[in-house]
C-alpha cells in the first residue's frame, strides 16, 4: 500500500518561504495524483494544491495562487510545494495525499501523510 511520509515544517516569519517535502512508496510514483492540505486549528480540512500524474497539470486555492508551487522529482518520488511570501494565516498542519482516481476532487484523495507542522508568526 502506498505511504506517504512529510517533512520540512517549522517555524518561520511573515514574509518568509518553507518548502514541505513528501515522499511516496510502496507503488510507482505516476500511479497516483499528488495533493497538498492544510488544516488550521478549529477549521476543517482546506485544499491547498494538486499536481496530476503523468501529465503535470496543477491546481491551486486561491488563497495560494502566486505564492505556492506544487512540483514533484519522479527520480525521489518525492513531491513538493514551495511556500513563499507567508503569512500567519497560512499556519496549520499541512498533510500530502495521493489519489487513485481524479486530481481535481479533494474527496478522492484517500491516503494520507502523517503532516508537519506549519508556523508563521509575525
Known amino acids: 500500500q502506498v505511504t506517504l511520509v512529510e517533512s520540512g515544517g517549522g517555524l518561520v516569519q511573515t514574509g518568509g518561504s518553507l518548502r514541505l517535502s513528501c515522499a511516496l512508496s510502496?507503488?510507482?510514483?505516476?500511479?497516483?495524483?499528488l495533493a497538498w492540505f492544510r488544516q488550521a486549528p478549529g477549521k476543517e480540512r482546506e485544499f491547498v494544491a494538486a499536481?496530476?500524474?503523468?501529465?503535470?497539470?496543477?491546481l491551486y486555492a486561491d488563497s495560494v495562487k502566486g505564492r505556492f508551487t506544487i512540483s514533484r522529482d519522479n527520480a525521489k518520488n518525492t513531491v513538493y510545494l514551495q511556500m513563499n511570501n507567508l503569512n500567519p494565516d497560512d499556519t496549520g498542519v499541512y498533510y500530502c495525499?495521493?489519489?487513485?482516481?481524479?486530481?481535481?476532487?479533494?474527496?478522492?484523495?484517500?491516503?494520507w501523510g502523517q503532516g508537519t507542522q506549519v508556523t508563521v508568526v509575525s
Open positions: 495525499a495521493a489519489s487513485g482516481a481524479s486530481y481535481s476532487v479533494p474527496n478522492d484523495y484517500q491516503t
Open positions: 510502496g507503488m510507482p510514483f505516476n500511479n497516483y495524483h
Open positions: 499536481i496530476r500524474r503523468v501529465f503535470g497539470n496543477t
